[in-house]
């Protein structure tokens, strides 16, 4: 499972770090945006897999392809979904929505689970997980909270001006519950801090973010713990 995790990873990089406002916003406007989200792929993809892309991921009866040739493939899938889903919201009215949004990173996982080599005893390097962790809470969260929000409100402002901010503190959170002992409590302090700031301090932060980024640096904190003890 070494270059499945890995592919996942580079895909959370590439899909939701460096898929940064405008980037969204450009390649739902014209093909040159859509180009640059989807080259972002395979250079974070074969950079971090490249010890293994000289090697055989899929071989069947009638065919066999190298790592080199399924990153390529995965990016060909990554460009045909993202312009499906931007065709089906533009032309047919599909809601952009939490269910959407979801599915769409379905489709992109199962396009890496079928290209992944099935290894299944190889080992996983220490790293790699964690770092996923800390993808997935950073930017992830952030864009799930803001599908949330749009779902139930029709608007949301964690991806504006504070979005850093509320990544940062997610990001302190979970970094609480990889100290030893039961130093790691420090965590459940820093997330009673962020409700009090939410009910007495009037900040800009609904009920949906307050417990989807509470829940998830809950979640990825104690997984990240496990994962490094």
Same mark, same amino acid.
């Given at each position: 499972m070494e270059i499945f995790w890995r592919l996942v990873l580079a895909h959370f990089i590439a899909d939701f770090t460096l898929q940064t406002n405008k980037v969204a916003s450009w390649k739902r406007e014209n093909r040159l945006g859509m180009l640059i989200h989807i080259m972002t792929h395979p250079v974070v993809t074969y950079a971090l897999t490249w010890p293994f892309l000289s090697n055989i991921w899929v071989q069947t009866r009638w065919i066999q392809l190298n790592g080199w040739m399924c990153v390529a493939l995965l990016a060909l899938f990554h460009w045909l979904e993202d312009e499906w889903r931007v065709w089906s919201i533009k032309e047919t009215g599909s809601p952009d929505s939490t269910g959407f949004f979801l599915w769409d990173q379905v489709v992109h996982l199962t396009m890496i689970l079928a290209l992944s080599p099935t290894m299944m005893d190889a080992k996983v390097d220490p790293w790699v997980l964690p770092v996923l962790c800390g993808v997935v809470l950073a930017h992830f969260v952030s864009v799930l909270v803001f599908f949330l929000e749009n779902d139930l409100w029709g608007n949301s402002h964690v991806l504006e001006d504070q979005k850093y901010r509320y990544i940062g503190e997610r990001l302190i959170g979970a970094s609480l519950f990889l100290l030893p002992g039961p130093l790691?409590?420090?965590?459940? &302090?820093?997330? &009673? +801090?962020?409700?009090?700031?939410?009910?007495?301090?009037?900040?800009?932060?609904? +009920?949906?973010?307050?417990v989807v980024g509470n829940t998830s640096v809950v979640l990825l904190g104690l997984l990240a713990r496990g994962l490094l003890s």
């Open positions: 790691f409590l420090l965590a459940f &302090g820093w997330m &009673g +801090w962020i409700v009090y700031l939410y009910y007495y301090k009037s900040q800009e932060r609904t +009920w949906v973010h307050l």
